[in-house]
C-alpha cells in the first residue's frame, strides 16, 4: 500500500491524555497555532480565534470554574464530575488552546473542527501529544465562566466549539491499531 510523510502522520495520531511537565516550547506553539489558521473554513471567512493557555495557575482555574459549572447541570454525569476533586478535564496538560467562533455561521463549530485537526496533526509531526477537549464548549456560556474566559482573550460574541490540550505524553503507549470499521466506507464505480 503507497504511503507517505503525511498520511504515516495521520494514521499515527492518537490522542493523548496523560502528560509530563514539559512545557511545549513558544516556536512548537506558534507553528501549530499557524496550523490551525490553515485549516480550510467556510467562505474563507476565518471568523475563529484561538486563545493559548499556558499558565498553569489560569488553568487549574478554568477547570475549577468549568466543575462550578458542571456542579449546576441537570446531566448527573456532569454533576459527579463537577462534585469530583480530583477531576481535570484537560488532563493537567501544560498548554490548553481554546478555539471559538461566532455562532453566526451554521458552520461555526465545523470550521474549528477542521481548525483543531490541522493543530491535533501538527502537535503530533512535531513529537507533541494533543487531546480533544470538549467540558468548555459546554459550560462557555455559564455566566462565571465566560467571565473567566473573557480574561483569558476569547472573543464575548464567540462561542467555545473546542479545545486543545498539548503536551509531551508521560508515557509512551504502545500504539493502538485502528481497525477501520466494518460499513462506514462504500464506493461507486
Ligand atoms: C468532537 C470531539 C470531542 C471530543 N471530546 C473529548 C473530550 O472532551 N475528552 C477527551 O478525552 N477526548 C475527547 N475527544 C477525543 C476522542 O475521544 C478521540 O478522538 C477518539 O476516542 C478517537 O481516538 P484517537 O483520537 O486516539 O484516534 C473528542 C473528540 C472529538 C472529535
Known amino acids: 500500500m503507497k504511503t507517505n510523510e503525511i498520511l504515516e502522520n495521520i494514521r499515527t495520531r492518537h490522542s493523548i ?18 496550523a490551525g489558521t490553515y485549516a480550510p473554513n467556510g467562505m474563507g471567512l476565518r471568523t475563529w480565534h484561538f486563545s493559548a493557555i499556558q499558565n498553569a495557575q489560569k488553568l487549574e482555574e478554568l477547570n475549577e470554574q468549568i466543575k462550578r459549572a458542571f456542579t449546576k447541570s441537570n446531566n448527573s454525569f456532569e454533576k459527579e464530575r463537577g462534585h ?28 474549528c473542527a477542521c481548525a483543531i485537526e490541522n493543530m491535533y496533526l501538527a502537535a503530533h509531526s512535531l513529537g507533541i501529544g494533543a487531546c480533544w477537549i470538549n467540558q468548555l464548549g459546554i459550560t462557555s456560556n455559564d455566566p462565571e465562566v465566560r467571565k473567566f474566559i473573557s480574561s483569558l482573550g476569547v472573543p464575548d460574541n464567540h462561542r467555545v466549539y473546542g479545545c486543545l490540550a498539548l503536551g509531551y505524553a508521560k508515557e509512551n503507549l504502545p500504539l493502538k491499531e485502528k481497525k477501520i470499521k466494518e460499513g462506514i466506507i462504500n464506493i461507486v464505480e
Open 84 to 111: 469530583d476533586q480530583s477531576y481535570c478535564c484537560y488532563y493537567h496538560a501544560p498548554t490548553l488552546i481554546i478555539v471559538s467562533n461566532e455562532p453566526t455561521y451554521w458552520w461555526s463549530g465545523m470550521d
Open 17 to 34: 491524555r496523560s502528560y509530563n511537565e514539559k512545557q511545549v516550547s513558544k516556536e512548537d506553539l506558534q507553528m501549530i497555532l499557524e
